[in-house]
């Protein structure tokens, strides 16, 4: 085994830097919990009937063979799916696909933890940065000017604060791909020269800001026979596109479209909503299409103090002021927009805050927002198909104490290339039910002390259930429409006493055996004050570091409603004695604090990355085994640069590369355009990035 690795000297700064907190999430941290409702937590919940011992845990490898394998692996392997429109058949392509995946057991050499303006990785392997801030996309778009920026130049460059990574295979040979990204937030401080404040950005400005948001679709091709990536530069580029805030029309679909809830002046019909906004994570479908998630939508409106007053509670729990006109750090689009004026619209806080599935396929194709998959701060989706059939999503609420999601459609996936095919794949996420997570714990209460201490059977574990919130246009919550349930779920899982989580994530499903693992990234509130003390799925007070959370259906049915759970990795310093890491030799690990975002490669081995590192390193990507003997033996793979965090990631079919959103270089508070906090990636002032890494070998990543 090898030592686990030596901290490299620090700068001091650890954790989120408060310029994050003021952009990302609008100091999300600093106001009151949105969910203030009595829930129970998992502590005081009754047992239900289902012992842990008892579930027949070989069933979710059953899923694997009958509902999972063939053309429906692309659910928990995204980078497989292949679209109708190439040349090359849909299940043809999954399959080779499958079939190219080379990963294997873990080999690399961990690095250390450090505070370097840079991107590191492992010995043996090269990165490249492949488009930031500001590059073209658009056939024609200016290069990269920051003194020169405008609205008509943004809407036709890539966006700022990229996020979500997917890379869809274009063709049957393997040297072209499709590149979809989100782009969360913009931070003007460091975007525009001279800048004074919020409150004095110009209209032109506010609109750049709001046409750095959305996504970017951009075609790929290979360096040679390498894992390098670097995008096409040609004079007609058919895929690529912006899809931002300011100005792409969007369609509702599902039951609540054209719901009362979602009326505007502007749209009295309420199914044409404009823009998206704050997408952080996302997936890839087996038919070709990028989920994306709208989170922190609240923090772009003003006016709450003005709503109607029967709608303030509804506001509030999604984190909207309603008792201050203009909060403190406002973006002030409403200046740009009136639309963001709660006290003129109220109505448009509720066309944010859904998934999104765009077409990257279908440049012409009009995003949509699932009202099926219901409305909180989502941080993405990922589906599998079930062995029935139908289309399974898995959802995180990334805020303090709230809750974890599933969505099982209507309609079953059909494989394969006929325009029938896709056409009824393009419909599974407009019809299904909707649940949200109640946990149990098998250790005793008192066992479960907030310090971290294992309960005397050696693991945090359990059981739980599905709690159907909705299905179709039925309400399974009383007292509230489909429509309301929907457009404020939050409040449904609230009156069905969801568990409260330490800010679920990104939740994805393996590709080898079915399970669900979910980044938990912290909770410093826990157990402070008058908030909700520890329970067995959330078990230490003021919890700064987060953890794993592993969930397998019962029988290996995902559209199920019981499940088993377990904490396969308790974050935080290994020599710690509240960490864990599914008892493996903790000599031999990597710290890791703040799990953000999970991925897969072709062995099934866990990549993860962090996101507020308070540990006092740069944010990071991990990996490890969740099976077998090297179970639990986390080893840091990269690190970001200063001030940054690490989104993504994103593991190519073939395994070759693995890509990365380097979010918010340079974030750090006192930091602007003229006084960089940090240079990256070209020695000038910050710029968020994708980057993509590979072995000089041409090997797989990782192994």
């Not at 392997?125 to 996309?137: I, R």
């Not at 590149?179 to 032109?204: C, D, I, K, Q, R």
């Not at 946990?439 to 005793?444: E, F, I, K, R, V």
Request: aromatic fraction near 8%; charged fraction near 20%.
């Amino acid at each position: 085994m090898t030592e686990r690795p030596r901290l490299l000297p620090l700068l001091g700064h650890t954790g989120r830097d408060a310029m994050t907190c003021l952009y990302r999430c609008g100091n999300a941290c600093d106001h009151p919990v949105p969910n203030r409702t009595d829930n129970p937590y998992l502590g005081d919940v009754v047992h239900t009937e289902m012992s842990r011992r008892g579930v027949v845990r070989a069933g979710a490898v059953g899923a694997l063979v009958l509902g999972f394998a063939g053309a429906g692996a692309a659910a928990a392997s995204p980078a497989l799916a292949t679209p109708a429109a190439e040349t090359a058949p849909v299940a043809e392509a999954l399959l080779a696909s499958l079939q190219k995946g080379k990963a294997g057991p873990l080999t690399f050499k961990a690095i250390p933890p450090n505070k370097l303006d840079t991107l590191i990785v492992p010995n043996g392997y090269a990165s490249a940065v492949v488009l930031s801030w500001g590059d073209p996309v658009l056939p024609g778009a200016p290069e990269f000017d920051i003194t020169r920026q405008s609205v008509q130049r943004q809407s036709a460059q890539f966006g700022y604060n990229n996020d979500f990574v997917g890379v869809l295979p274009l063709g049957r040979d393997g040297s072209r791909a499709l590149l979809v990204v989100n782009h969360e937030y913009t931070n003007e401080e460091l975007m525009f020269p001279g800048f004074t404040g919020l409150e004095a950005l110009s209209v032109e400005q506010l609109k750049i800001a709001m046409a750095a948001h959305g996504l970017s679709v951009v075609e790929l091709e290979r360096v040679g026979r390498t894992g390098q990536w670097q995008p096409v530069r040609a004079r007609r580029l058919p895929y690529n596109r912006r899809i931002t805030a300011l100005a792409t029309p969007f369609r509702f679909t599902g039951p609540a479209a054209g719901s009362a809830w979602l009326r505007t002046a502007a749209d009295p019909k309420g199914t044409t909503p404009i823009g998206t906004l704050n997408n952080c994570a996302g997936g890839v479908t087996p038919w070709g299409t990028v989920l994306s998630g709208e989170e922190n939508f609240n923090q772009y409106f003003v006016g709450g103090d003005a709503a109607p007053e029967a709608l303030k509670p509804k506001l509030a729990r999604y984190g909207i002021s309603t008792t201050t006109r203009v909060p403190a750090g406002s973006r002030r689009w409403d200046r740009a927009q009136e639309r963001f004026d709660l006290a003129k619209h109220p109505n448009e806080a509720h066309r944010f805050g859904w998934i999104v599935e765009v077409d990257p396929f279908d440049p012409d194709a009009k995003p949509r927002k699932h009202t099926a998959m219901g409305r909180f701060k989502h941080e993405g989706a990922n589906v599998i198909v079930a062995k029935n059939g139908k289309v399974v999503a898995y959802m995180g609420d990334d805020e303090r104490f709230d809750y974890l999601y599933k969505f099982v459609s209507d309609g079953k996936y059909i494989p394969g290339d006929s325009a029938h095919a896709r056409r009824h794949n393009l419909t599974l996420l407009e019809s299904g039910t909707l649940y949200v997570a109640k946990l149990a714990g098998d250790s005793p209460a008192a066992e479960i002390d907030g310090t971290g201490k294992l309960p005397a059977d050696g693991a945090f574990d359990g059981t739980g259930r599905w709690i159907k919130l909705v299905s179709g246009n039925r309400s399974y919550v009383p007292g509230m429409t489909a429509a309301d349930v929907l457009t404020f779920t939050r409040l449904a899982g609230d009156a069905v006493l969801a568990t409260k989580m330490d800010r679920p994530e990104d939740v994805q499903p393996s590709p080898r055996t079915g399970k669900i693992y979910a980044a938990m990234t912290n909770n410093t509130n826990r157990g402070v004050g008058t908030n909700p003390g520890v329970d067995e799925a959330n078990p230490r007070n003021a919890n700064k570091h987060g953890h794993i959370f592993e969930l397998v259906e019962d029988r290996g049915d995902h559209t199920g409603e019981s499940f088993s759970w377990s904490l396969p990795i308790v974050c935080g310093d290994p020599a710690d004695p509240s960490t864990y890491f599914a008892g493996y030799d903790k000599t031999a690990v990597s710290p890791i604090s703040c799990p953000d975002n999970v991925a897969f490669d072709s062995a099934g081995n866990l990549w993860i990355s962090t996101d507020g590192n308070a540990l006092g390193g740069n944010d990071g990507l991990f990996a490890t085994a969740i099976e077998g003997s090297e179970r639990g033996h986390l080893k840091q793979f990269l690190t970001v640069p200063l001030g940054a965090e690490t989104c993504g990631p994103f593991i190519t079919g073939d395994d070759r590369s693995v890509f990365v959103a380097v979010q918010h270089p340079g974030e750090i508070s006192g930091a602007s355009v003229e006084k960089p906090a940090s240079t990256w990636p070209d020695g000038d002032f910050a710029k968020p990035s994708v980057v993509v890494t590979w072995r000089l070998d041409g090997g797989p990543v990782g192994s």
